[in-house]
């Protein structure tokens, strides 16, 4: 995947920014509480967000350190962001720098944070984003990913991912704790601990959010309807009048940092 897809990427994030700007479920959750507990930012610390998207996780930081870099690949989604975070926030010591993340135009060691929530799952090579990651934070940083966990069983996994792509084409892959754990420990980061949280979402507004028409959604339900009976109990599928109403999955959080010494 290149040039190609992530202008497919670009397109797709540009049209539906808005709103992911506007849903809520992005802003102050338990995986964002948990995040500031694990990173305990100060005021020396200098944050890079990854794939910011509407913003929220900028926002959320930006009272609690120095500064915030918030970066994406889409320079639409960055603009709604800016806009989200100039209004809802007061702050000034947020910048928007348009960037992909298997590619940061940033010098090495130029931060002691790094967050990337929620988006992992549309990046063609997470091994080479998470080198990047490494290389931009600077010796004993710390850093928080946090993505869709992807089922151990291989019927719900290829559910999930099938069911992900007639959403979203840009979905990529998402991977299982195991697989997330090898990874970062690939790129060099020291692996303290992961966290699970479960997430609801409502049916219509994520499948509308993706940008899908009336007939995708049907499709997609229709989907979800006839799935087995283990992947409605796994993904706690709420079903009336044959739609589905909510299903909820897992969320991953890797907490890691960088060593001090090579």
């Known amino acids: 995947m290149g040039r190609e897809f992530k202008d497919k990427v670009r397109e797709q994030f540009g049209r539906t ?5 506007r849903n ?3 802003a102050a959750t338990d995986d964002l509480v948990a995040t500031e507990r694990l990173l305990q930012p100060s005021s020396e610390d200098i944050l890079l967000d990854v794939a910011c998207g509407g913003g929220h996780t900028a926002l959320y930081f930006a009272p ?18 800016q806009e989200f975070v100039s209004e809802e926030g007061k702050v000034e010591n947020v910048t928007f720098r348009e960037a992909d993340a298997e590619d940061l135009p940033f010098p090495a060691g130029a931060f002691t944070l790094l967050t990337c929530r929620i988006a992992p799952h549309h990046f063609p090579d997470v091994p080479r984003a998470l080198r990047e ?4 934070l600077r010796r004993g940083g710390r850093m928080v990913v946090i993505d869709t966990l992807l089922p151990d069983d291989p019927e719900i996994a290829n559910f999930y991912q099938t069911m992900e792509k007639m959403r979203d084409p840009t979905h990529v892959q998402a991977f299982t704790r195991q697989q997330w754990v090898a990874m970062t420990e690939q790129a060099g980061f020291i692996v303290q601990s992961t966290q699970q949280f479960p997430k609801t979402h409502d049916f219509q507004e994520w499948a509308r959010r ?7 959604i049907q499709r997609l339900n229709h989907y979800f309807m006839q799935a087995p009976a283990k992947v409605h109990d796994f993904f706690q599928i709420e079903t009336f009048a044959g739609e589905v109403e909510s299903y909820t999955d897992t969320k991953l959080l890797i907490y890691a940092t960088r060593p001090d010494k090579k």
């Open 64 to 81: 609690k350190v120095r500064s915030v870099v918030a970066s994406d690949l889409t320079m639409q989604m960055l603009k709604k962001a």
């Open 210 to 216: 993706a940008g899908l028409n009336r007939e995708g």
């Open 24 to 26: 809520r479920g992005f």
């Open 133 to 136: 990651f490494y290389r931009v």
């Open 17 to 21: 920014a808005d709103d992911y700007v």
